[in-house]
């Protein structure tokens, strides 16, 4: 089949090189012509495990390109997915302008009948804006369809091969007979392709990303109940995750979430319900119990610190705001680092592959390690920020002896307190008791 996907950042790459790997003819289209040129020479523009041999593989077998030529793209195709950004407005809305400003050149560019997919996370309605934009021009019949994606940051290559389901929002039969057709490939060990209405599939990414935040808000604000009442959020986790209707995914506490997606969709959810009259009272609660969260490592900082973190020398480990991502978008590594900057501290950071990522946001407002321990040299405290596997098992003895104070804090509980008793370290983690 020939495809056409519109975008080449994380959503539109993926997708493409994916779709291209089951025998499809794809073309990515994108304006950004220095990332064009790298793609073409298959330099990938962001850190995704496995992306890069897909690219390399499927344009050496002919399978895909990149071009700056998107009217040149669209025409010919028979299916194409508009995959550019929807950035949050001012007031927390998605911003429609690129998808249908895609959508205006697709309606003047098909040559043939065509399925317009949105794969941009976009909210309910944008169909029918899309369906006006594309129609205002177009001399051949198209029919829309709403795939939204489900793609983990670090595993997003093995979700979209192996994807838990597929939403298709479709409203006619040659949209469902042929997507159907095009996701058949990926569903073979009997994963659901889920069939519904525009409207439905729209809402559908927008209600998960806002169940998933829900589900780490909550757990960190038992988490630090915890630590009040003197219970372990481990146990209680274990607790509760055993029970088969709640399970035990997006249970771990933490600093906060981050990402693309969960920060700007939860705003998205909202400001579209306040515009309906709808009040969202949980997710408001989500949005603003998730702000506290991220300053919560700050206040045990200066708790180690005996009150004051003022000209105190901090090692910080993790940037991204997951592991296996060089992504920073509302990492909470910058709500702790511009914490810890405004009361003084010195910080030198450390993370696999988000240090390029951290220097175009931060500059040499902190300092970058060439190595995890090289960070803490001369540090009154290591503080870890991201569950990078790296970090997970360390040289505790390495870290005692680097550090003026013997002391961590734990953003994401990846040490086991009985551990940091006998090895004489002072361990402050998040839901739990400080040792």
Avoid at 91 to 106: E, F
Avoid at 304 to 321: K, N, P, Q, Y
Avoid at 395 to 415: H, Q, S, T
């Amino acid at each position: 089949m020939r495809v056409c996907v519109i975008g080449s950042g994380y959503v539109g790459l993926v997708a493409g090189a994916c779709l291209a790997e089951t025998g499809n003819d794809v073309c990515c289209a994108d304006i950004d012509a220095r990332k064009i040129d790298g793609l073409k020479q298959n330099v990938i523009p962001i850190f995704e495990p496995g992306l890069d041999a897909l690219v390399e593989r499927n344009q050496r077998e002919g399978r895909l390109s990149f071009t700056t030529d998107i009217p040149g793209a669209i025409s010919g195709a028979e299916v194409i997915f508009i995959a550019v950004g929807t950035p949050p407005g001012e007031d927390g809305s998605a911003d429609l302008q690129h998808v249908l400003g895609v959508a205006s050149v697709i309606g003047q560019s098909i040559t043939r009948e065509v399925i317009v997919v949105t794969k941009s996370t976009v909210p309910v309605g944008t169909a029918a804006k899309v369906a006006a934009a594309v129609g205002k021009n177009a001399k051949f019949p198209f029919h829309l369809c709403s795939n939204p994606e489900f793609l983990k940051e670090g595993a997003a290559v093995e979700d979209f091969l192996k994807p838990d389901r597929v939403v298709l929002g479709v409203e006619s039969a040659e949209a469902r007979r042929t997507m159907t057709e095009l996701y058949s490939p990926f569903v073979r060990n009997g994963q659901p392709i889920i069939l519904m209405d525009i409207a439905s599939a729209e809402m559908t990414k927008y209600a998960a990303n806002g169940m998933l935040a829900t589900r780490i808000s909550f757990m960190n604000e038992m988490a630090n109940l915890c630590e009040k009442v003197g219970a372990n959020v481990d146990a209680v986790r274990r607790g509760i995750g055993s029970d088969r209707r709640i399970g035990s995914s997006f249970l771990f506490p933490g600093p906060g979430y981050g990402g693309s997606c969960f920060p700007k969709d939860v705003k998205a959810l909202v400001r579209t319900a306040d515009g309906l009259g709808v009040p969202l009272d949980v997710l408001r609660g989500v949005e603003s119990a998730n702000e506290r969260q991220k300053h919560v490592l700050v206040d045990k900082v200066r708790t180690a610190l005996d009150g004051s973190v003022s000209g105190a020398r901090v090692a910080l480990w993790g940037l991204a705001f997951k592991p296996r991502t060089d992504d920073m978008r509302e990492a909470p590594s910058l709500t702790v680092i511009e914490d810890l900057l405004a009361e003084g501290a010195v910080i030198c950071a450390h993370d696999p592959v988000a240090m390029d990522q951290a220097r175009s946001i931060l500059g040499n407002r902190i300092e970058y390690a060439e190595s995890n321990y090289d960070a803490l040299q001369g540090a009154e405290v290591l503080v870890i920020v991201t569950d990078w596997h790296e970090y997970r098992h360390p040289d505790f003895e390495r870290i005692k002896g680097a550090l003026k104070r013997p002391v961590i804090v734990d953003g994401r509980n990846l040490y086991e307190m009985e551990k940091m008793k006998d090895v004489g370290l002072r361990y402050y983690s998040i839901g739990r008791q400080p040792v």
